[in-house]
C-alpha cells in the first residue's frame, strides 16, 4: 500500500466526530491514504482513522511495532467501538514507548527520509489542540500529536529546544478536572524543555558555553 494510493469515500464508514469526512461526496469524492492521514492528525478525524486501519490491517499495525521492539502498544479496536471498549478491548500504550516510537522516526530508524520529512513536517505544521505547547515559548517549534477521551488527556510529540530537539510524551487519566490536566501536560512540557534547552547550552562539564563553540 502507498500514500498515493486512491479511497472512494463509502458513508458506511461514518462514525461519530469524523468532521471532515462527514462532508464528503459519497461514491464521488476520492482522496488518497496521505489525505486520509492528513484528516486523521489534523482534526482526530475518526471515519479517516477506521479507514487506515481497514486498508493497513490491524495485524500489520501490530506487527510493525513489535518488528521496532514496542512490546505494549497495541491497536485492540476501531475508533468509536465502545462495545469493544466495554469488553476491555482498548487500545493501550506506555509514554515510555510513545516517545521512544518518535525517537525511532525522527532517527530514519523506520522510515525512509522523505517519508520522515513528511511526517513531522504534517505534525509541525497542522492546525490542532495542543497540550504540550500550553507553556512553551512561542517561538519554539513543536511537532506532536494530542489525544483526549473522556477522563483522559495525552500529548506525543518533538520539542525542537536549541541544539537539543527532544521526544516527549506525558498520559494522564482518572482526570476529574480536564483543563487541569492540560494545563499538567504544558507544565511538564515546560519544564523539559528548560533542562533539553540547557543542556543545548552546555559543556560535559556543566559549563554554559558561548553560541557557536567548537566541541558543545
Avoid at 24 to 48: G, I, Y
Avoid at 74 to 99: C, F, P, W, Y
Amino acid at each position: 500500500m502507498k500514500l498515493d494510493d486512491i479511497y472512494t469515500f463509502d458513508p458506511k464508514d461514518l462514525v461519530e466526530d469524523s468532521q471532515i469526512m462527514a462532508g464528503l461526496t459519497p461514491a464521488v469524492t476520492r482522496v488518497t491514504n496521505r489525505d486520509l492521514a492528513q484528516f486523521m492528525v489534523a482534526v482526530s478525524d475518526n471515519a479517516a482513522t477506521n479507514v487506515l486501519i481497514d486498508r493497513v490491517g490491524m495485524q500489520n499495525a501490530n506487527a510493525t511495532l513489535r518488528s521496532l521492539g514496542l512490546t505494549k502498544t497495541m491497536l485492540r479496536r476501531k475508533m468509536i467501538d465502545i462495545a469493544a471498549a466495554r469488553r476491555g478491548d482498548e487500545n493501550v500504550a506506555t509514554s515510555q514507548e510513545m516517545t521512544r516510537l518518535l525517537e525511532i522516526i525522527y532517527k530514519g530508524k523506520a522510515l525512509n527520509k522523505e517519508v520522515t520529512d513528511q511526517f513531522i513536517k504534517q505534525l509541525k505544521t497542522l492546525k490542532k489542540d495542543s497540550y504540550l505547547s500550553y507553556e512553551l515559548p512561542a517561538d519554539v517549534e513543536l511537532a506532536d500529536k494530542p489525544g483526549s477521551l473522556d477522563g483522559i488527556r495525552n500529548d506525543s510529540g518533538i520539542i525542537f529546544a536549541p541544539n537539543r530537539p527532544f521526544a516527549i510524551t506525558v498520559m494522564t487519566a482518572y482526570d476529574r478536572d480536564e483543563k487541569a490536566a492540560e494545563r499538567a501536560i504544558g507544565q511538564v512540557a515546560l519544564e523539559a524543555f528548560h533542562y533539553f534547552e540547557m543542556r543545548g547550552k552546555i559543556s560535559e562539564y556543566g559549563r554554559i558555553l558561548p553560541p557557536g563553540t567548537p566541541g558543545k
